[in-house]
């Protein structure tokens, strides 16, 4: 617990430090600075001395080698803080990269994609008639994002079959917390991702559904 907890203030606090001021070197240099002063007090495990050497922040915490530690542009940061909070603009899919696409993991209910029928297991091979082999997620998922309004081309194959869908991207809110009632009069309450809103969607499901539940997973 304590890991995962240095490791999540140390992903947070980076972001923030990117949105400095100043001249582009003296801010590039003060946030170096900050990086390696954050991971010296909080990062649990050891670092060798080299990686905090080295010129650039980006390349300090990529040295760690830590799948729990990222540096973040401004612009990055804030598309993290709009997916943990729920709220984007975009066509309502979940995705994993694949080398021959984005698969499609889930949908948002009533989302443009859920209503054009786009499900699990669907692989988007090409945005804007651009193929996605060789981009890492984010870079492919970055060909998703536009303004509200604005609309997108998505080439997906579904099996053997190939077909192309041009959908509209909306405002779209996606809950953090997600609950159900099981049989046996057990509730079932999963958190997708903590945003703002997490505390008291689920305060709101657990009073919801707390009558009819004598357990809870």
């Known amino acids: 617990m304590k890991r995962y907890f240095n490791h999540l203030l140390l992903v947070l606090v980076l972001c923030c430090a990117v949105l400095?001021?100043?001249?582009?070197?003296?801010?590039?240099?003060?946030?170096r600075q900050e990086?390696?002063?954050?991971?010296?007090e909080y990062y649990p495990d050891p670092v060798d001395p080299g990686v905090l050497q080295r010129a650039t922040a980006r390349a300090?915490?990529?040295?760690?080698?830590?799948?729990?530690?990222?540096?973040?542009?401004?612009?990055?940061?804030?598309?993290?803080?709009?997916?943990?909070?729920?709220?984007?603009?975009?066509?309502g899919i979940f995705i994993e990269m694949f080398p021959e696409g984005l698969m499609i993991t889930?949908?948002?209910?009533?989302?443009?994609?859920?209503?054009?029928?786009?499900?699990?297991?669907?692989?988007?091979?090409?945005i804007n008639h651009q193929a996605l082999t060789g981009l890492t997620l984010e870079e492919a998922a970055r060909r998703l994002e536009g303004q509200e309004g604005s609309q997108v081309l998505l080439t997906v194959m579904r099996g053997s079959q190939r077909f192309e869908l041009r959908l509209k991207r909306v405002a779209l809110d996606a809950p953090t917390v997600?609950?159900?009632?099981?049989?046996?009069r057990v509730g079932y309450v999963a958190i997708?991702?903590?945003?703002?809103?997490?505390?008291?969607?689920?305060?709101?499901?657990?009073?919801?559904?707390?009558?009819d539940a004598d357990q809870w997973i």
């Open 192 to 211: 997708n991702s903590f945003g703002s809103d997490t505390a008291s969607e689920l305060e709101n499901y657990v009073k919801a559904m707390d009558m």
């Open 20 to 31: 400095c001021n100043g001249s582009p070197l003296q801010a590039a240099y003060d946030v």
């Open 60 to 91: 300090v915490v990529e040295g760690l080698n830590d799948p729990f530690s990222h540096y973040m542009t401004p612009e990055q940061f804030s598309r993290f803080m709009q997916g943990i909070n729920g709220s984007f603009v975009g066509i």
């Open 35 to 40: 990086v390696v002063a954050i991971i010296r």
């Open 178 to 184: 997600y609950a159900l009632q099981l049989h046996d």
């Open 106 to 126: 889930d949908t948002l209910p009533d989302s443009p994609a859920h209503l054009a029928g786009l499900k699990k297991g669907d692989l988007i091979t090409s």
